[in-house]
């Protein structure tokens, strides 16, 4: 049984065949592609205008340099958003809980903020690693600290990512056990405990909103250091 909850973040397979391609690229489908009507429908409209009020929100504060960056940051927002939601319904699979994939776009779009930031300014890219007004002693000490936080930042992205979405959906499995377990031996506790995870579901449908946004955020502010 403790094994068993763990078997919903495995790759599924079929015929020996990994699917996580195919869970990776199923999320593309279900996006609206634009027409070159005037008039669009409404749920053209809709995307258009989220996609409008995110970006115009997130790169707000970044200068001009940085807004290359909004088309990769959008779709990468859309795309962890749509795994995320779709990995909440039933029989599915949520690639986003899995730490290799998380890794994979956190480092490289980390790395690429840092290397702008040494090449278009490298002064102030150094300078971040030692704050202004350090006492003399405390300058080694502090650049080896600034320079471990830095590296650490791509790793709590993915692992922000991986866990939260994986205690959600180990949650949620645990108390729907407990639910049909409790069914018919105390209906009035399987009742109550089917309304908690009814709740449950509605904040995990929050948390895979909210961490998908905090993810982008966060590289958007990495980008915003070194622009």
Known sequence: MTLSFFDQFMSPSYLGIPLIALALLLP?????TPSPRWLNNRLLTLQAWFVNRFTSQLFMP???GGHKWALALTSLMLFLISLNMLGLLP???TPTTQLSMNMGFAIPLWLATVLIGMRNQPTAALGH???EGTPTPLIPILII?????????PLALGVRLTA???AGHLLIQLIATAAFVLLPL?????????TLLFLLTLLEVAVAMIQAYVFVLLLSLYLQENV
Do not use: K
């Open 28 to 32: 593309w489908l279900l996006f609206p």
């Open 186 to 194: 105390m209906p009035t506790v399987a009742i109550l405990t089917a």
């Open 164 to 166: 939260n979405l994986t």
């Open 62 to 64: 970044i200068n001009q």
């Open 129 to 131: 690693l030692l704050p």
């Open 145 to 153: 600290i600034e320079t471990i936080s830095l590296f650490i930042r």
């Open 91 to 93: 029989y599915t699979f």
